[in-house]
């Protein structure tokens, strides 16, 4: 797909889409969604925000920053995905804050935001979730189990008037938000809770001495969280 316009006569602008999480950790099956992503898309690329914490999350079991940064470039490699824990520089602790200060920081780049329909189904739960909508376009990635809780969320019952298609979200004369699409994609079962319980240590053996951030291209230090 070819790269699209954002407004009338506008000139071409780098695509990105933007998948948050706290990637404890980075998997195969992130990756797999994300390249589905690009393509249905026609994305340039995508960034994974690394969460420095996520609120809907317990503190508990979570690895220390560099090494869930160091597991998402690991799995990121040899494709257009960009892992970066900008949200710690940005110092944004909510999605709807750090969306806005990225369309600060790189105004010439356009961003789509995606998640899970596990997400979707919680996203009445997210401070000021109307108004991300209103930031950027959203693409939700099916995901096993949760596409019926996600249908029926309070959410989706918001946004279904600006429900699209995928080529409709992204090209045309005019791009507009609110703005939704659902992805339907081949299930992968894989998840990051899972590879925690059968490794928890798994964190131990992932070098992070020289960890660099995918956007920012600073180094990460290992004591750091």
Do not use: C
């Amino acid at each position: 797909m070819a790269r699209a316009r954002f407004g009338a006569g506008a000139p071409l602008s780098k695509l990105t889409g933007l998948l948050g999480g706290s990637f404890n950790p980075a998997h195969g099956g992130h990756r797999r969604i994300t390249l589905f992503a690009i393509g249905a898309l026609g994305l340039d690329d995508a960034w994974w925000l690394v969460s420095p914490g996520n609120v809907l999350k317990p503190a508990k079991g979570m690895a220390a920053l560099p090494a869930r940064l160091a597991s998402a470039r690991a799995q990121s490699r040899r494709a257009p995905i960009r892992a970066t824990a900008i949200e710690r520089d940005l110092g944004t602790r909510y999605t709807i804050d750090t969306l806005r200060a990225l369309k600060r920081r790189y105004p010439k780049r356009r961003f789509i935001w995606l998640m899970g329909a596990d997400n979707l189904a919680q996203f009445h739960r997210w401070k000021d979730w109307r108004q991300i909508a209103r930031e950027m376009p959203i693409a939700v990635i099916a995901r096993p189990g949760y596409d019926g809780p996600a249908l029926a969320s309070p959410a989706m019952a918001w946004l279904r008037r600006w429900r699209q298609r995928p080529g409709q979200m992204v090209s045309g004369a005019k791009q507009v938000t609110p703005a939704l699409t659902i992805l339907r994609f081949d299930p992968d079962t894989r998840s990051a809770s899972a590879i925690r319980a059968a490794d928890p240590d798994w964190f131990a053996r992932i070098g992070t001495a020289s960890s660099r951030d995918g956007v920012t291209h600073r180094a990460i230090n290992r004591g750091k969280s």
